[in-house]
T-cell receptor
Framework: RKEVEQDPGPFNVPEGATVAFNCTYSNSASQSFFWYRQDCRKEPKLLMSVYSSGNEDGRFTAQLNRASQYISLLIRDSKLSDSATYLC?????????????FGSGTRLQVQP | DGGITQSPKYLFRKEGQNVTLSCEQNLNHDAMYWYRQDPGQGLRLIYYSQIVNDFQKGDIAEGYSVSREKKESFPLTVTSAQKNPTAFYLCASMRESYDTQYFGPGTRLTVL
């Protein structure tokens, strides 16, 4: 089983739609959670951190469910510019290396 | 402008050759990382360094080597022992006591 699993998509949605992605992680001791955005042939960029209480940044809302070990990302009022691959990212308990474990990504295509 | 730079952007290698990928950061970050990304897959950790003159193997270190002689620089050498080196290579850095990693623009390596 992969450490971080995502539905690869693609999710094809019209402009203005609301779309939600889920991600599950296998290590129950994981400590930090993030969503990164990656445009085609570019580097990943941090979209937002995910906190237990949930957090919102404009049209984006992230939620964490520790009991079920899943993370979600909700995008409201989708824009064409939201088209990208969204990576679910988890930091484990290895405090020595503090490296991140990446999901394979969910591709979003927003259509006019 | 603070950031992470990687060079070259594209690199072509003949089988049997070693090549070195450059990664430089002026963010004064302590930790630096090398990841590899293959099409449709998440990032996988190759090597990481928490401090100058110290580095550790990640999950897929075979066929790679690194050095960390300066805080700002963390070059990666892809040796001829790496059997399938064609991939997108990403360097990242992170400040001590923070969770967020920032990525350079990446190097696309192709073996001819």
């Amino acid at each position: 089983r992969k450490e971080v699993e995502q539905d690869p998509g693609p999710f094809n949605v019209p402009e203005g739609a609301t779309v939600a992605f889920n991600c599950t992680y296998s290590n129950s001791a994981s400590q930090s959670f993030f969503w990164y955005r990656q445009d085609c042939r570019k580097e990943p960029k941090l979209l937002m951190s995910v906190y237990s209480s949930g957090n919102e940044d404009g049209r984006f809302t992230a939620q964490l469910n520790r009991a079920s070990q899943y993370i979600s990302l909700l995008i409201r009022d989708s824009k064409l510019s939201d088209s990208a691959t969204y990576l679910c990212v988890v930091r484990g308990t290895d405090t020595g290396r503090r490296a991140l474990t990446f999901g394979s990504g969910t591709r979003l295509q927003v259509q006019p | 402008d603070g950031g992470i730079t990687q060079s070259p952007k594209y690199l072509f290698r003949k089988e049997g050759q070693n090549v070195t990928l450059s990664c430089e950061q002026n963010l004064n970050h302590d930790a630096m990382y090398w990841y590899r990304q293959d099409p449709g897959q998440g990032l996988r950790l190759i090597y990481y360094s928490q401090i100058v003159n110290d580095f550790q193997k990640g999950d897929i270190a075979e066929g790679y080597s690194v050095s960390r002689e300066k805080k700002e620089s963390f070059p990666l050498t892809v040796t001829s022992a790496q059997k399938n080196p064609t991939a997108f290579y990403l360097c990242a850095s992170m400040r001590e006591s923070y969770d967020t990693q920032y990525f350079g623009p990446g190097t696309r390596l192709t073996v001819l």
